[in-house]
């Protein structure tokens, strides 16, 4: 019996690749952004404070605080499975995963909402 893919929608890998893809476009273009705005503004206090009160920023690092998470998701359990092969070991290991991930999410979003 052979693996699953991570996303249990298809047997052949592709949500994943394309999963893998899409978030890699948008944690890239956040970076070419940041790298952007550090070059061209005085980053001071206010005007970092200034860019994460505007709603768009606050959505697009939203994004690509989601997409880190099913970046670093798929890519765990990719590797997880190609080198633990016992389930009990790999199990736990993807749980613990989960759990950061899904705690650093919620730490995003208190963070970016405030909430």
Known sequence: ?????????GRNGIQDWIIQRATAYVLAL???FLLG???????DYQAWAALFNQG??????LLA???IAGH?????WTVSTD?????LPRFLLQA???LVMFVYVVWGIQILWGL
């Open 37 to 43: 705005f550090f070059a061209t503004t005085d980053v």
């Open 83 to 87: 080198y633990i092969k016992s389930a």
């Open 72 to 76: 670093a998701w798929v890519g765990l």
């Open 65 to 67: 605080l989601l997409s």
């Open 1 to 9: 019996m052979g693996m699953n893919s991570v996303t249990n929608i």
């Open 56 to 61: 768009w920023f606050k959505i697009f690092s």
């Open 30 to 32: 956040y970076t070419l």
């Open 96 to 98: 613990a995963c989960i």
